[in-house]
């Protein structure tokens, strides 16, 4: 009885010691034909970060260009990290983000832009990302019976500074296997 209650308390307290983000979660995203280019993707991945109640999320992406268009090749891949609350695993965070309408998190404001049909629920949230670097905006669509990380279609607009591109958007879908829909 002594060996069971040892057990069950040591379970217990690994499981209650445990960071409340467990593994990595990726989503990838086929990036749809834009204006200068043909596609590429794009992926996103969630993993614990340095400040507690925080996660990071890596956005990379990687476009492919149309034959004709003169942009550097330093402007058709890229890495943004963003920092967001870690109840933005669960719906739990987009439901208390729908209520407050915005927040303030670690570098950039976070806004509930209210709910739409993603490609297979009718009723998921639009969110919008403002860093406060500039650099970049983010906006996302999220449900929660999405794989991954519950996003379904995410747009990326890229503060370039140079005239051609200007404000530049690259929009990706969720690339949807067999085994994750």
Avoid: C
């Avoid at 149309?66 to 669960?90: A, H, M, R």
């Amino acid at each position: 009885m002594f060996n069971t209650v040892k057990s069950l308390s040591l379970l217990l307290l690994v499981t209650l010691s445990a960071p409340a983000f467990a593994d990595p979660s990726t989503s990838t995203f086929a990036i749809l034909p834009g204006k200068l280019h043909k596609g590429g993707q794009l992926t996103a991945t969630a993993s614990e970060s340095d400040i507690p109640g925080m996660i990071r999320i890596k956005v990379e992406y990687e476009i492919t260009k149309k034959n004709i268009v003169p942009v550097p090749s330093g402007y058709l891949s890229g890495t943004y990290e963003q920092l967001l609350p870690e109840e933005f695993l669960k719906e739990e965070g987009y439901l208390e983000l729908e209520e407050v309408g915005a927040i303030e998190a670690e570098g950039a404001t976070i806004i509930h832009q209210g709910r739409i049909p993603d490609r297979t629920h009718a009723d998921a949230h639009l969110i919008q990302i403002i860093p406060d670097n500039g650099k970049y905006e983010f906006h996302l669509v999220y449900h929660p019976g999405n794989p991954g990380l519950g996003w379904d279609q995410v747009k990326l607009i890229l503060r370039t500074g140079i005239p051609l591109l200007g404000n530049y958007w690259i929009e990706g879908e969720l690339v949807r296997t067999s085994g994750n829909q």
